[in-house]
T-cell receptor
Framework: NAGVTQTPKFRVLKTGQSMTLLCAQD?????MYWYRQDPGMGLRLIHY???????AKGEVPDGYNVSRLKKQNFLLGLESAAPSQTSVYFC????????????FGPGTRLLVL | GNSVTQMEGPVTLSEEAFLTINCTYT??????LFWYVQYPGEGLQLLLK?????DKGSNKGFEATYRKETTSFHLEKGSVQVSDSAVYFC???????????????FGTGTLLAVQP
C-alpha cells in the first residue's frame, strides 16, 4: 500500500512550456485534491475532484487544468508555465465520509524560469 | 468566510521544553479542526484532530482541545524532542452546505526548531 504518490519529484520548466503532474492513490479514495504551497501562505487549493470524471475549481485555479479519468489518478496540467507557478505542489485524497482525513503525497517541487 | 490564524514562527526551543503553538479560527457552522505536521522534504501528515467542541485530540505526546467559546485549537506538548522539528499547520474542515466536499482551510504554518 503506497498511499499517495506524486510524479515527478522535481522539475524545472522555462516560461511558456507545458507539463503534467501525476497523482496516484491506491486507497480507493473518492475525493482528490491539488494544493500549492508557497512561503508564508500555507496551502491553497487549486482544483479538486469528488469522483471519477468530475472536477471543480478551488481557490487558485487560474493557469491550471485537471483531469480525473480514472478513480486512482488525478492529473494537474500547466498549459503555459509562468514564473508565478513556481511552487511546491501537493496532492491529497480521502474517503467520501464527512469526517474523513485527507492523506497527502510527498510533493512536487516546480521551478519555472 | 472560513479562516485559520496561527502564530508566526519560527519557534525555537531547547529539548524537553514545553511547546504551545496558538491557532484560532473563524468558521460558520461546526467545523472539524486538525493539526498537520510536515517534516523536512516530506508531505503533510495528520497529527491529530477534533470533530466537536470540547474534544481533545492527542497523538505522539501532542494535544489540542477544541474550544468553541474562544474559537481556538492550540497545540501543546509537555516535552519536545529534536525529532519534533518540523512545520506545523492548523486547519479546519467546514461542511460545504449543498456542496459535495469538505475543504481544508490551512493556516500559514509554524516552523518549530528544537535544539539539543
Amino acid at each position: 500500500n503506497a498511499g499517495v504518490t506524486q510524479t515527478p519529484k522535481f522539475r524545472v520548466l522555462k516560461t511558456g512550456q507545458s507539463m503534467t503532474l501525476l497523482c496516484a492513490q491506491d486507497m480507493n479514495h473518492e475525493y482528490m485534491y491539488w494544493y500549492r504551497q508557497d512561503p508564508g501562505m500555507g496551502l491553497r487549493l487549486i482544483h479538486y475532484s469528488v469522483g471519477e470524471g468530475t472536477t471543480a475549481k478551488g481557490e487558485v485555479p487560474d493557469g491550471y487544468n485537471v483531469s480525473r479519468l480514472k478513480k486512482q489518478n488525478f492529473l494537474l496540467g500547466l498549459e503555459s508555465a509562468a514564473p508565478s507557478q513556481t511552487s511546491v505542489y501537493f496532492c491529497a485524497s480521502r474517503l467520501a465520509g464527512v469526517q474523513e482525513t485527507q492523506y497527502f503525497g510527498p510533493g512536487t517541487r516546480l521551478l519555472v524560469l | 468566510g472560513n479562516s485559520v490564524t496561527q502564530m508566526e514562527g519560527p519557534v525555537t526551543l531547547s529539548e524537553e521544553a514545553f511547546l504551545t503553538i496558538n491557532c484560532t479560527y473563524t468558521a460558520t457552522g461546526y467545523p472539524s479542526l486538525f493539526w498537520y505536521v510536515q517534516y523536512p522534504g516530506e508531505g503533510l501528515q495528520l497529527l491529530l484532530k477534533a470533530t466537536k467542541a470540547d474534544d481533545k485530540g492527542s497523538n505522539k505526546g501532542f494535544e489540542a482541545t477544541y474550544r468553541k467559546e474562544t474559537t481556538s485549537f492550540h497545540l501543546e506538548k509537555g516535552s519536545v524532542q529534536v525529532s519534533d522539528s518540523a512545520v506545523y499547520f492548523c486547519a479546519l474542515s467546514a461542511l460545504n452546505y449543498g456542496g459535495a466536499t469538505n475543504k481544508l482551510i490551512f493556516g500559514t504554518g509554524t516552523l518549530l526548531a528544537v535544539q539539543p
